[in-house]
């Protein structure tokens, strides 16, 4: 009964789980399909490196003699480029089979950080050469994620979906946050100059590259999935088109997508801009106090990924996604009223894990319930519009903290999004549709 998968053709499919609810192995079964496991370590290659080029690019902006400011510039260009390019990236992935797209934004991506690699050995980095390199990563992120999230339907029964996207979210945030800026710190207090460090990055994509290059074609469409949308000008117009449409006449969808957007209005600036400074406040201005909060807030992320995946997807799935999603903001009142540190952390690690917990039943949920002609353009549509307000959000909390008293602040942070889910949750009549489309089965 044992052998080795035929290379030409599709992976077998495992036997199918056991029919009791937990399944001890269900987190992993996705590895057991070898083009899962090429993309996915891929995934992980390329996470680890943009954790790393996180700190590389900071010490690379001092090292060319920038200062603050010319740090915003850079980072600014990262995120003007993914929002420019989060619908294209959409459209793209629903055009261009996504393997090769992949593969052209990985090559793209390697070359870039090459490009810093190179000048940092000749001591010719400049300010805008890494804005114009940052640029670029950020639109290549916008093409990679739709082009991720619409072949994962394609080469996994959809039963294992929600385990792969919780071992997506389990990694990303101790990745990213976590060992490559730890490892990128390591490289660069090493090397002579910041840029050198860049060749850690390099060697991070490379890999991701050649695992790229291993997944194989992805099955043909079945008959019912054939689209042949029209070519140029016209085309991207009815690409783009479809896919709004698609989304305002899907009531759990478009309620799901505004609901994250007022959530990304009041929670993401006290967040990302109050919390340092209330945490300076009342527990100490120890910096690494601080960074614990975030570690204990990016371990709940992970814990919250792991365990929603390691589970059947529930049957009132809508129900499931927005109550976790609702009810574990409302700790993050407590963060901004307690002096308490310990009360703190425990509060952020239950918002990290409700959030993580409700993304990962949400991506499974546009695999599955989105047509995979337009998935594509609905996973950068979610992307786009989860981000759209992200900067009005960080801009308004400052100012705000200086009229209204910051515990306000933090109490309208977490029970405001409560409200946004209940009123999303009623008005797209969610239990219904829930019942009415299963997904259990």
């Given at each position: 009964?044992?052998?080795?998968?035929?290379p030409?053709?599709?992976?077998?499919l495992?036997?199918?789980?056991?029919?009791?609810?937990?399944?001890?192995?269900?987190?992993?079964?996705?590895?057991?399909?070898r083009?899962?496991r090429?993309?996915?370590?891929?995934?992980?290659?390329?996470?680890?490196?943009?954790?790393?080029?996180?700190?590389?690019?900071?010490?690379?902006?001092i090292?060319?003699?920038?200062?603050?400011?010319?740090?915003?510039?850079?980072?600014?260009?990262?995120?003007?480029?993914?929002l420019?390019c989060?619908?294209?990236?959409g459209?793209?992935?629903d055009?261009i089979?996504?393997?090769?797209?992949l593969?052209?934004?990985e090559?793209?991506?390697?070359?870039a950080?090459?490009?810093?690699?190179?000048?940092g050995?000749?001591?010719?980095?400049?300010i805008?050469?890494l804005?114009?390199?940052?640029?670029?990563l950020?639109?290549?992120?916008?093409?990679?994620?739709p082009?991720y999230?619409?072949?994962l339907?394609?080469i996994l029964p959809?039963?294992?979906?929600l385990?792969?996207n919780g071992l997506?979210?389990a990694?990303r945030?101790?990745?990213?946050q976590a060992?490559?800026?730890a490892?990128?710190?390591?490289?660069?207090?090493a090397?002579?100059a910041?840029?050198?460090?860049?060749?850690?990055?390099?060697a991070a994509?490379?890999?991701?590259?050649?695992?790229l290059m291993l997944?194989?074609?992805e099955?043909?469409?079945?008959p019912?999935?054939?689209?042949?949308?029209?070519?140029?000008?016209?085309g991207?117009l009815?690409?783009l088109?479809?896919?709004?449409?698609?989304?305002?006449r899907?009531?759990?969808?478009?309620?799901?997508?505004?609901?994250?957007?007022g959530?990304?209005?009041?929670?993401?600036?006290?967040e990302?801009?109050?919390?340092?400074?209330?945490?300076?406040e009342?527990?100490g201005?120890?910096?690494?106090?601080?960074?614990?909060?975030?570690?204990?807030?990016?371990?709940?992320?992970?814990?919250?990924?792991?365990?929603?995946?390691?589970?059947?997807?529930?049957?009132?799935?809508?129900?499931?996604?927005m109550g976790?999603?609702?009810?574990?903001?409302?700790?993050?009142a407590v963060?901004?009223?307690t002096?308490?540190?310990?009360?703190?952390?425990?509060c952020?690690?239950i918002?990290?894990?409700?959030?993580?917990?409700g993304?990962?039943?949400?991506?499974?949920?546009?695999?599955r319930?989105?047509?995979?002609?337009?998935?594509?353009?609905?996973?950068?549509?979610?992307?786009f519009?989860?981000?759209?307000?992200m900067?009005?959000?960080?801009?308004?909390?400052g100012?705000l903290?200086?009229?209204?008293?910051i515990?306000a602040?933090?109490?309208?942070a977490?029970v405001i999004?409560?409200?946004?889910?209940?009123?999303?949750?009623?008005?797209?009549r969610?239990?219904?549709d829930?019942?009415?489309?299963?997904?259990?089965?």
């Amino acid at each position: 009964m044992s052998g080795a998968p035929d290379p030409t053709g599709p992976d077998p499919l495992p036997e199918a789980a056991p029919a009791a609810r937990r399944d001890p192995w269900r987190f992993v079964r996705p590895l057991a399909h070898r083009d899962f496991r090429m993309l996915f370590g891929a995934v992980v290659l390329s996470i680890f490196g943009a954790g790393m080029w996180a700190v590389v690019m900071v010490y690379t902006v001092i090292g060319a003699g920038g200062g603050p400011i010319e740090l915003s510039a850079v980072a600014a260009a990262n995120a003007v480029g993914l929002l420019v390019c989060a619908i294209p990236g959409g459209i793209a992935a629903d055009r261009i089979p996504r393997r090769l797209l992949l593969r052209v934004v990985e090559l793209v991506n390697l070359l870039a950080i090459t490009s810093i690699a190179v000048a940092g050995v000749f001591g010719a980095v400049t300010i805008p050469h890494l804005a114009v390199v940052a640029f670029v990563l950020g639109a290549g992120a916008g093409f990679f994620f739709p082009a991720y999230s619409a072949i994962l339907p394609r080469i996994l029964p959809p039963a294992q979906l929600l385990a792969a996207n919780g071992l997506e979210g389990a990694i990303r945030p101790a990745l990213q946050q976590a060992a490559g800026p730890a490892a990128a710190g390591v490289i660069v207090a090493a090397v002579l100059a910041p840029a050198h460090a860049a060749w850690g990055v390099v060697a991070a994509h490379a890999v991701a590259l050649v695992l790229l290059m291993l997944v194989r074609p992805e099955p043909p469409a079945a008959p019912g999935e054939v689209h042949e949308p029209p070519e140029g000008v016209r085309g991207v117009l009815h690409d783009l088109r479809e896919a709004v449409g698609f989304t305002v006449r899907t009531p759990w969808l478009l309620w799901t997508l505004l609901f994250a957007t007022g959530w990304v209005l009041v929670f993401v600036g006290p967040e990302e801009v109050l919390l340092p400074f209330i945490t300076r406040e009342r527990v100490g201005e120890d910096p690494r106090l601080f960074g614990f909060l975030l570690a204990i807030y990016g371990v709940g992320g992970v814990l919250g990924s792991i365990v929603v995946s390691s589970m059947k997807l529930p049957r009132r799935y809508l129900t499931v996604m927005m109550g976790v999603w609702g009810m574990s903001t409302l700790p993050f009142a407590v963060v901004g009223i307690t002096h308490q540190y310990w009360l703190m952390a425990l509060c952020l690690f239950i918002v990290g894990f409700g959030f993580s917990y409700g993304n990962v039943i949400w991506g499974t949920l546009l695999q599955r319930r989105v047509p995979r002609h337009m998935l594509g353009r609905i996973s950068s549509l979610d992307f786009f519009v989860s981000l759209a307000l992200m900067p009005l959000s960080m801009a308004l909390a400052g100012p705000l903290a200086e009229v209204i008293p910051i515990q306000a602040i933090f109490i309208a942070a977490g029970v405001i999004p409560l409200l946004l889910g209940a009123l999303a949750y009623v008005v797209a009549r969610m239990p219904q549709d829930e019942i009415a489309h299963p997904l259990d089965h």
